[in-house]
């Protein structure tokens, strides 16, 4: 059985050029036939490339370390070779696709491209890089919203009707595959109504448009310049597109992201019953024919339909004027529901249609943010440049092949929130600081000051002594207010 994958990379990232943003790129084109190929697809990839974006993130990982080999061990020599001596922590990065819904800065993209990270940065086609803030995100329909802040008006798209797509319509993806920024790929709407279990609110577009690791969070276009769905998913063996790829319906981002805007999280409606899906045998026991609704197994007895004259055995057919075709189907149809709208219920109780009605609630996502694995608080965090000093003896200088010659402080440790963290590691000797020479631990602390108090906020500048080879690293210091 071929594996079903999310599109995102972990690799690097080559952001590309393109015309200049600030515009609204979705107006539909005039008579756009959306089942005829266009003679070419480079007008339509121009005009909306400045929407589209490269998302990078990276994550602080606390791998819990090895246990090292004493010191003056014949084996000590192996505590790098085997990462035993990393401080149990290690920085993730990843890289994935997202686009500018609006001129003052909101972004959706998947929530699997930045679920976890420390810092996420958007790239646009010309190469700006922007840090954004996390304004939501739905683990359930694997969406999140972003926000950056730029000194001008950024151009972005709208969203299509999903709902009018349909099978043979020709789309297009942008987005980053493999870290390769800016490219474009075009097939048809496959599918519509797509399961591939990947979630109770599955409803996906699969298309033939390549799409590959790094498209999530990326934009399928209609041939009228509007999304039509977000790349989300692909199912291939080899991890590579296999022409079979999967999008979150245009209709259904929509609202979610304008929930995770307005509320910082997704709403949805809740009706408080258990449900099991109808076969042709259990449609005739009820007197009906085919295998539409479902059947109430339990009623919640806090829930909404327990205020409602819903009965275990109920077979529900309709909720809210939408033929309810099975449970997927309610689950759906009720997640879509305006949360404290009355809603008319039509059902089959003692093989007698009836209707009621219900006040539908809000379902209680709970906070999945509760079990998020936390870094450990430390001393280093505090410090402006997250390093532990300490003074270098024989000891270190044995250990870390410490040149006789070589005078500074050393790297004892490195907070994996601070600065510094992928830039010096233990065993670093720190010989200037700002172009002073640092001899002691003291020295090196009144340089931090120093940099601290300069009102250009330029960098500190460190020259360091790596095993013997020199080096230099510019250090952002923390802000202090």
């Known amino acids: 059985m071929a594996n079903w994958r999310h599109a995102a990379l972990v690799g690097s990232l080559m952001a590309v050029c393109g015309p200049a943003a600030g515009q609204l790129l979705s107006e539909p084109l005039s008579s756009v036939d959306q089942r005829v190929a266009p003679e070419s697809f480079s007008e339509l990839s121009k005009r909306l490339m400045p929407a589209v974006v490269n998302i990078s993130t990276s994550q602080t990982i606390a791998t819990g370390g090895l246990p090292?080999?004493?010191?003056?061990?014949?084996?000590?020599?192996?505590?790098?070779f085997f990462g035993r001596d990393d401080d149990g922590f290690r920085r993730e990065?990843?890289?994935g696709s997202g686009f500018v819904i609006s001129s003052d800065g909101l972004i959706v993209t998947n929530n699997h491209v930045i679920e976890g990270a420390d810092e996420i940065e958007v790239i646009f086609h010309?190469?700006?890089?922007?840090?954004a803030e996390l304004i939501g995100r739905d683990a359930d329909t694997d969406l999140a919203v972003l926000r950056v802040r730029s000194s001008t008006p950024l151009a972005f798209v709208e969203f299509a009707d999903s709902d009018a797509a349909e099978v043979g319509d020709w789309v297009m993806a942008i987005g980053n595959p493999f870290g390769f920024g800016g490219s474009v790929s075009a097939g048809i709407i496959s599918a519509r109504n797509r399961n591939i279990q990947a979630g109770r609110y599955d409803d996906f577009i699969q298309t033939d448009a390549a799409i590959n690791r790094g498209?999530?969070?990326?934009?399928?276009?209609?041939?009228?310049?509007?999304?039509?769905?977000?790349?989300?998913?692909?199912?291939?063996?080899?991890?590579?597109?296999v022409g079979i790829g999967f999008s979150i319906p245009a209709n259904l981002a929509k609202r979610v992201s304008g929930q995770l805007t307005e509320f910082g999280k997704a709403r949805r409606g809740w009706?408080?019953?258990?449900?099991?899906?109808?076969?042709?045998?259990?449609?005739?026991?009820?007197?009906?024919?085919?295998d539409d609704g479902v059947i109430v197994t339990s009623v919640d007895e806090a829930g909404p339909a327990s205020e409602a004259d819903l009965e275990v055995g109920d077979l529900i057919?309709?909720?809210?004027?939408?033929?309810?075709?099975?449970?997927?189907?309610?689950?759906?149809i009720v997640a879509d529901t305006e949360i404290g709208k009355t809603v008319e219920i039509e059902l089959v109780r003692d093989r007698r249609a009836r209707q009621t009605s219900?006040?539908?609630?809000?379902?209680?996502?709970?906070?999945?943010?509760?079990?998020?694995?936390?870094?450990?608080?430390?001393?280093?965090?505090?410090?402006?440049?997250?390093?532990?000093?300490?003074?270098?003896?024989?000891?270190?200088?044995r250990r870390f092949g410490i040149p006789r010659d070589i005078e500074g402080v050393l790297v004892q440790s490195v907070s994996p929130r601070g600065p510094s963290f992928g830039q010096l590691v233990k065993g670093d000797v720190i010989v200037e600081m700002g172009f002073e020479t640092v001899a002691s631990i003291d020295e090196a602390a009144a340089a931090i000051e120093t940099a601290k108090s300069d009102a250009s906020g330029r960098p500190l500048l460190l020259r360091i002594n790596r095993r013997g080879q020199d080096a230099f690293i510019s250090i952002e210091l923390n802000d202090a207010s």
């Not at 041939?223 to 977000?230: A, E, K, W």
């Not at 609630?361 to 999945?368: F, N, Q, R, S």
């Not at 943010?369 to 024989?394: C, H, K, Y």
């Open 126 to 131: 010309d190469e700006r890089v922007l840090e």
């Open 215 to 241: 498209n999530s969070g990326g934009p399928l276009f209609n041939l009228s310049g509007q999304v039509v769905g977000v790349n989300t998913a692909i199912i291939s063996p080899t991890g590579g597109s």
């Open 358 to 397: 219900v006040v539908l609630g809000e379902l209680d996502l709970g906070d999945d943010e509760a079990d998020a694995p936390e870094i450990p608080q430390t001393a280093l965090n505090d410090n402006e440049i997250g390093v532990e000093f300490a003074e270098i003896d024989d000891d270190a200088r």
């Open 317 to 332: 057919l309709d909720f809210d004027g939408r033929r309810v075709e099975g449970v997927r189907s309610l689950t759906r």
């Open 68 to 80: 090292t080999f004493p010191d003056g061990s014949p084996l000590e020599q192996f505590n790098e």
């Open 93 to 95: 990065g990843s890289l």
């Open 271 to 290: 009706l408080g019953v258990n449900v099991q899906d109808v076969d042709n045998a259990i449609a005739e026991a009820y007197g009906l024919s085919g």
